[in-house]
């Protein structure tokens, strides 16, 4: 186990426990022998094994069992009722929420108080992402207070130039498009790992309901922040 992988495992270990979900688990599930875990998607198994394109045929044998079918930024189409789960997990999944604010509330309200979010998020200056500008907290507060589409061709334009490095605007407008039909998995949003705090305390200055209990900011290719929910909102 490399050790960005024994780093996610150790915080895991410190900072959560009980029954939750893991959302978008797929070959690489958090290693949390000490938790009860369900596997929450928006395809089963076999789907994500025969839909999956970018993991090896040895990668595909290692994705989880899908328990729960369902949008894991809604969390509205299955039986997780209100203030049931003692953590949340979900790993480089934050960057593909159309609305990040609105998916954190939504995984709030899911969360018993004292409950946790675990996310891992991608440091936008090691990836694929680097050439893109940070996501504005002003562009996320117009999606989630709905003066702007979080569908925009906006997001794919931004895509399609600066991560599949097409240069011709005809061009760059068409993959947009296409991109959009079929609501492919791009990164919406991109983060930094100060930008991303900011973020939070935007979205913590909205619900007052929780606080930033552990953030790693430097895990590989990744940060990783711990929030802990304090009350009801």
Known sequence: ?????RNRNALATAHLSGSGIEIGACHLPLASHHLNVRYL???TRDELINGVDYITEEQKRSIV???IIDDGESLSRSELH?????????????QYCADPIKTILNHLTKLKIGGALYYAI????????????????LHLIDEYEGRTDPYDLTHYHDWVFHVDTITFQEDITNK?????????GIHFHVWEAHTFIEFLSVVQALSGEFVVERF??????EFIVVIRKISRF
Do not use: W
């Not at 186990?1 to 992988?5: E, G, K, R, V």
């Not at 991608?122 to 504005?136: G, I, Q």
């Open 65 to 67: 069992h899908t328990d």
């Open 41 to 43: 998607d928006n395809m």
């Open 216 to 221: 790693f900011p430097n895990n590989g290719n």
């Open 1 to 5: 186990m490399n050790i960005q992988l």
């Open 122 to 137: 991608p440091d936008k200056n090691n990836t694929f992402d680097k050439s893109r500008n940070n996501t504005t907290v």
């Open 176 to 184: 947009a498009i296409l991109l959009k039909s079929v609501r492919s």
């Open 82 to 94: 209100d203030e049931s789960l003692d953590f949340i997990i979900a790993n480089h999944f934050i």
